[in-house]
């Protein structure tokens, strides 16, 4: 299973950016897509979630900002993300399982991409 993550960059406060997460490998292990983040001195957090049916998760600092969604026949995922903030500055990660509570409530997964770092300017 890999994942590669993109589309990270420096924004303005304010600005969007959209993250994409391509997957491949063993279907089966990426029931469950998520977003994850880790900023400067901070721990990892969970940001947003998607199922394979289409349900989605947000942190409630992301709530009404970022959008997760999926493309199926491309194996990809996205993380846009509107109006960020500069607390909002991390990097970005996207991973997969197949247990939704691992994602979502745990801040855990069995599969990784690298990161991509996301920097916005005040």
């Known amino acids: 299973v890999q994942l590669q993550a993109s589309g990270g960059g420096l924004v303005q406060a304010g600005g969007s950016l959209r993250l994409s997460c391509v997957a491949s490998g063993r279907t089966s292990h990426h029931d469950v897509m998520g977003w994850f983040r880790q900023g400067p001195g901070k721990e990892r957090s969970f940001v947003a979630a998607i199922t394979r049916s289409g349900s989605t998760f947000y942190a409630d600092s992301v709530k009404g900002r970022f959008t997760v969604s999926k493309d199926g026949a491309k194996n990809t995922v996205y993380l846009q993300m509107n109006n960020l903030q500069p607390d909002d500055t991390a990097v970005y990660y996207c991973?997969?399982?197949?247990?939704?509570?691992?994602?979502?409530?745990?801040?855990?997964?069995?599969?990784w991409g690298q990161g991509t770092l996301v920097t916005v300017s005040s």
């Open positions: 991973a997969s399982d197949i247990n939704l509570r691992k994602i979502v409530s745990l801040n855990r997964a069995d599969y």
